[in-house]
């Protein structure tokens, strides 16, 4: 019912920048709402984990201790879309990042739980180079 695309991975150095996008569309007539949407990493050998994620309105978000004061999250719901940005970025942060969407609660509920996500986009890899 739900597609989402991520793009804007690629080749970073640390302490550089990188800004990732979520596109979603929902499929016509379907009944699921879109609610939270989180950003998840996954690196080699490492389970999927969560970076960070926003409540449906934008206002708040939440994030992994390990990102926190470097990632934002954004998103505009009139285009549907989400972002991620990076900050001061380090080898660490090497993974495949994955948008996730989560059914709607209410406009400010921020989902950390990676199992209420329903929906995910295929990953884009971003590598920081050291």
């Known amino acids: 019912q739900v597609q989402l695309v991520e793009s804007g991975g690629g080749l970073v150095q640390a302490g550089g920048s990188r800004r990732l996008s979520c596109a979603a569309s929902?499929?016509?007539?379907?009944?699921?709402?879109?609610?939270?949407m989180g950003w998840f990493r996954q690196a080699p050998g490492k389970e999927r984990e969560i970076v960070g994620a926003i409540s449906w309105s934008g206002s708040r978000s939440d994030f992994a201790d390990s990102v926190k004061g470097r990632f934002t999250i954004s998103r505009d719901n009139a285009k549907n879309t989400m972002y991620l940005q990076m900050n001061r970025l380090k080898p660490e942060d090497t993974a495949v990042y994955y948008c996730?969407?989560?059914?709607?609660?209410?406009?400010?509920?921020?989902?950390?739980?990676?199992?209420?996500?329903?929906?995910w986009g295929q990953g884009t890899q971003v590598t920081v180079s050291s």
């Open positions: 929902v499929r016509t007539l379907s009944t699921y709402a879109l609610g939270s």
């Open positions: 996730a969407s989560a059914r709607y609660t209410n406009d400010w509920y921020v989902e950390m739980k990676i199992r209420e996500y329903d929906y």
